[in-house]
């Protein structure tokens, strides 16, 4: 029996409000309408980012939402002017758009694409409109994708089409972590061969950076973590060295120019804390050192001293790693196929949709890199 234009009655985890576990509830999920697609997420990843909005964030305008923007799925129906998409095709949804008609997707400088919810709404994190209701009240699509929901519906600006024979509930990850710390490697800092460099944070997002440094023939990439138990998995995507702050009396920067002879060529910024953003930027070398503040958060200013800069250092930030969304996450789900980057390295659990909230815990905790939540069956 088709669903096609029909209503879906389905799961998905409600976050009815910040600071709350999430609730597995039933969600009615509208038809497409015109230029959208309605997607069954198989698979999801769970990023810092979803606990950001969740515990730290925090708007209240952001609640009641579906979170989860790291998933992958296949189209289940389309609406009226999708040409490029048909049911069955395995895609993965974006939270940047590439609608490749605005300013900003006809310049190669940028990948923040004006279409979607990100042009605007980094508060909310949430478009206005949703197709989600849950006990009669509408229920907003966090970044624009809410993967942790058995159907959602998303503009075609907002979808990659991917190789059929991808694994969904391994280039999920491609959704967000991991091509946001790799392409902040190589398309935002274009770490150079030979180069010394410093990833601040080691989770998926700080580990695709290592694994993204290395790639691009960085002689010596410095892993930093106030978690140790970091440090193993690090080695795993390239990491020479290993650095705990709290080991340390002196200020990281410190210790990093004491170890690279005066600084690092590039660092990135890959905890969310800009406190950290601000030890990333000192730990560069003077003349031509480059930071890439990568972490997210819009709570906190940040500062340094302008010297830093008047003395040649750079300080950048990196949306998706650079990725046109679009063109890059099949680029990227090819490399994976032709084992040229890794995904299922970061993965260090699997648990079904309705463990979503141990899945939270568990990062919350410094205790994963990456669960994958099953969300459907293919
Ligand atoms: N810019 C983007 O497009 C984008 C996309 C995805 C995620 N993010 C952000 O990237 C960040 C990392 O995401 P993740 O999913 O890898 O998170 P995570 O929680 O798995 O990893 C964060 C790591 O930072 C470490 N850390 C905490 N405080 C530290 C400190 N003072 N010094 C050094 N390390 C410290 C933690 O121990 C942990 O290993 C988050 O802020 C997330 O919101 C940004
Ligand atoms: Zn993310
Ligand atoms: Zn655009």
């Not at 209240?60 to 009226?80: C, N």
């Not at 902040?184 to 700080?206: D, H, M, Q, R, Y």
């Amino acid at each position: 029996m088709t669903t096609a234009g029909k209503i879906i009655k389905c799961r998905a985890a409600v976050a009815w409000e910040p600071n709350k576990p999430v609730v597995i509830e039933e969600i009615e999920v509208a038809p497409p309408q015109s230029n959208e697609i309605r997607i069954k997420i198989v698979a999801t990843g769970v990023c810092h980012t979803d606990l950001y909005h969740l515990f730290e964030g925090m708007h209240k305008d952001g609640f009641p939402a579906v979170l989860g923007h790291e998933g992958a799925g296949i189209v289940e129906s389309i609406g009226p002017g999708v040409t490029e998409f048909q049911p069955g095709d395995k895609v993965i949804p974006l939270f940047i758009s590439q609608c490749r008609q605005c300013r900003f997707c006809k310049s190669p400088k940028t990948n923040q694409c004006e279409k979607g919810w990100a042009a605007d709404k980094y508060d909310v994190m949430a478009p206005e409109e949703s197709r989600f209701t849950c006990r009669g009240k509408k229920v907003l699509q966090f970044m624009g994708t809410s993967t942790f929901s058995e159907y959602t519906v998303m503009n075609q600006v907002a979808v990659a089409k991917i190789d059929p024979a991808a694994p969904l509930d391994k280039v999920c990850l491609l959704g967000c972590g991991i091509c946001t710390g790799y392409g902040a490697a190589v398309n935002t800092a274009k770490v150079e061969p030979g180069s010394t460099c410093a990833v601040f944070g080691l989770g998926a997002v700080g580990l695709a950076a290592v694994m993204g440094c290395n790639a691009a023939g960085a002689k010596r990439i410095i892993a930093v973590d106030i978690n140790p138990e970091k440090f193993e998995k690090a080695k795993v995507f390239g990491a020479t060295d290993f650095v705990n702050p709290k080991d340390h009396d002196k200020p990281i920067s410190q210790v990093l120019s004491e170890m690279t002879n005066g600084g690092v060529d590039f660092s990135l910024e890959c905890v969310g804390n800009v406190a950290v953003m601000r030890d990333a930027l000192e730990s560069c070398v003077k003349g031509w050192g480059m930071s890439v503040v990568v972490g997210w958060t819009d709570k906190d200013n940040f500062s340094a001293r302008p010297i830093q800069l008047i003395a040649g250092r750079t300080w950048k930030g990196s949306l998706f790693g650079g990725f046109k969304s679009k063109d890059g996450v099949p680029q990227m789900v090819k490399a994976y196929l032709d084992k040229k980057v890794k995904l299922d390295e970061f993965i260090t659990h699997k648990m079904a949709l309705n463990q979503v909230n141990d899945a939270i815990e568990l990062m919350k905790h410094g205790k994963c890199i990456r669960t994958v939540l099953s969300v459907s069956s293919e």
